[in-house]
């Protein structure tokens, strides 16, 4: 077997491995009930600028809304996992960006809130990413008010 033979073995070989143990997943979530809905601009300025420039291509960022009931994909504000073309992941950064700031105008602000039900939409988008880290972020005064005849529990594990 030639030498170049045996470089197009190995990249081929290299080229059929996950990347998913590289990449990382990122969900926040953000709190627009009572008084933290008016921090919702400050929240994204952060995530704009302190999430968004480290995400490298093939990585997953996942905004998602706490509102009265948080579990619906409806409260996922924004959702994108970047190309592997650096370019492509580029732009799509900026849409991104763009997303974020549409939704930090919004004049939305829930009576209730349903961090659990954030949490566990969070976790299974994280669960689908195959990403090899995963990171739940919270924008929250972590203060649980669920609307009337609304319940969540966790489920046990084992």
Known sequence: MNRACIVAAALLTGSCSS????????????DVSGTYADQKPEVVNVIRKGVLPRLIPGDTLVVIRIDSESYKKANVEASMTLDVRPSKANAQKLQLASTLDAFSHKPYRSAHTD??????????????????RR????FSDMEEDLPRG???TWRPTS
């Open 115 to 132: 961090i659990r039900g954030a949490m566990m939409l969070g976790a299974e988008y994280l669960r689908e990413s195959n990403a090899g």
């Open 150 to 152: 609304v319940k969540r």
């Open 19 to 30: 990347g998913a143990q590289y990449s990382q997943a990122i969900v926040a979530l953000v």
């Open 135 to 138: 990171t739940m972020v919270i």
